[in-house]
């Protein structure tokens, strides 16, 4: 894993829209989408590249992480409303309407919805954007029995709802109790992996995802076993790794591939 260590949270999103904006002149890129505070800043500086003429989606497929069971299809924190006003039209990244992929989750048969994205996804992402649950889920992959699930319904734990009730009014009771998310074998079958983290609410789980042991405990741990994931964090998010001189180190050496590391 390349572990990139930045001062604040605009310059995690320049790095990271960085990764994007590199891998994104592959034809038919397919794009990794997730939601949340944390991919903002990174989904602004792609808009800033769009509008310079430097970057697009226009050609791309995007795929959501994963989308609420039961929320209105008006409502604006909807993910698939979310990533429409992030990243659709050409005021925005120039993707299309139609190549941005959520799954249903007001569809009748929700567990259908999620097999229909996971089939979508059969031959994995070309890279995949992740930012990290304070307990350290992925997607909705919250700790739990199983590092090797498909998309499917899941059940958000307590501490993601609370902390996802700043979305919702900061009312609990408005957090959806159940979303689909990507599995955690789905998000591992991705090309290459960018996962943004800020902030000391996140410190824990990020020293769990790059240092911890590969646990259920951590989900993110899983990341380990990927072959090329760079996780560009802030200073408060790094606080509680370990050997953070030795991660800079490895970034001043510029090696060309310092994610084999
Ligand atoms: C969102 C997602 C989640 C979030 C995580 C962090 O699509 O999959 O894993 O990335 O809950 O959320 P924020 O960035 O709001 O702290």
Redesign the pocket.
């Known amino acids: 894993m390349r572990i990139v260590i930045l001062e604040n949270p605009e310059q995690v999103g320049r790095a990271a829209a960085d990764v994007v904006i590199k891998a994104a002149t592959r034809p038919g890129f397919r794009l990794g989408v997730?939601?949340?505070?944390?991919?903002e800043p990174l989904y602004a500086e792609l808009r800033a590249a769009h509008q310079r003429g430097d970057f697009t989606l226009q050609g791309a497929t995007a795929w959501?992480?994963?989308e609420y069971v039961g929320v209105p299809e008006d409502h604006p924190e909807r993910?698939r409303n979310v990533l429409r006003r992030e990243l659709v039209g050409p005021d925005a990244t120039g993707l299309r309407e139609e190549s941005l992929f959520t799954p249903d989750g007001l569809a009748d048969d929700p567990a259908l919805a999620a097999h229909e994205h996971e089939q979508g996804l059969s031959q994995g992402v070309h890279l995949q954007i992740?930012?990290?649950?304070?307990d350290g889920?992925?997607?909705?992959n919250e700790p739990s029995g199983s590092l090797f699930t498909p998309t499917r319904v899941n059940v958000l734990l307590e501490q993601?709802r609370q902390?996802?009730a700043r979305f919702f009014n900061d009312d609990i009771s408005q957090v959806p109790a159940l979303c689909i998310?990507q599995g955690t074998e789905t998000i591992m079958r991705a090309e290459q992996i960018v996962l943004v983290a800020t902030?000391s609410?996140?410190a824990k789980a990020v020293a769990g995802m790059i240092e911890g042991p590969v646990s259920v405990v951590c989900p993110a741990s899983v990341l380990q076993q990927h072959r090329n994931v760079t996780a560009v964090v802030d200073e408060a998010a790094a606080a509680e790794l370990q050997l953070t001189d030795y991660y800079r180190q490895v970034e001043a050496a510029g090696l060309e591939d310092p994610i084999w590391l």
């Not at 889920?137 to 909705?140: E, K, L, S, T």
């Open positions: 997730a939601t949340g505070s944390s991919p959501a992480l994963d993910y992740l930012g990290i649950g304070s889920h992925i997607g909705f993601t902390d996802n998310t902030g609410s996140k």
